[in-house]
């Protein structure tokens, strides 16, 4: 299936049992706030290159982080997430959707519930649109105070291979 070096490679992909998508969909629905997955959905699992994959109907909507779910990009498009967000400004846009990490100058605005290791999402300032997918370094109070230094460790972002995986 792969036809060039960009492409993600997707291995052992398997079909969650009840159980296991009750636990998935639990895990999606406190990070996020929203319900993720519905019974009818058809849920795989399969072993990315730095993450888990969670496909929702063919689509990767997910992915699992060091065993703590959240959602792509994608995902974060489709479900309207009103928590958990990093908001950043317009200077720090094309360096996030370039899979940079992102540094506390750049945040203009963060959900007070994130905690330092919360799997979070970022958005930009004039339309709170989904950019990029992290893990928190540090607390919200201290992405707050702008000390110097990096907030979030940046793991998928809008145009990476991730994301063009469901493009085909």
Not at 110 to 127: F, K, L, S
Request: proline letters at 5%; aromatic letters at 6%; a positive charge.
């Amino acid at each position: 299936m792969p036809t060039d070096m960009s492409e993600i490679r997707v291995r052992k992909r398997k079909r969650l049992r009840e159980k296991e998508l009750k636990a998935l969909s639990e895990g999606l629905s406190s990070a996020t706030g929203v319900e993720v997955l519905a019974l009818k959905d058809t849920v795989d699992t399969a072993a990315g290159p730095d993450y888990e994959l969670v496909f929702v109907n063919n689509v990767i909507e997910g992915l699992i982080v060091e065993g703590k779910p959240f959602l792509t990009v994608r995902g974060l498009l489709k479900h309207n997430v009103s928590q958990r967000y990093v908001t950043v400004d317009m200077g720090a846009v094309p360096f996030v959707t370039n899979g940079a990490d992102v540094m506390t100058p750049g945040i203009v605005e963060v959900d007070p519930q994130v905690r330092e290791g919360d799997m979070v999402w970022i958005r930009d300032v004039t339309h709170k649109r989904p950019l990029a997918v992290g893990r928190a370094l540090v607390s919200a109070e201290v992405m707050a105070a702008k000390s110097p230094g990096k907030a979030i460790k940046n793991l998928h972002f809008v145009g990476d291979k991730v994301w063009k995986y469901d493009e085909r």
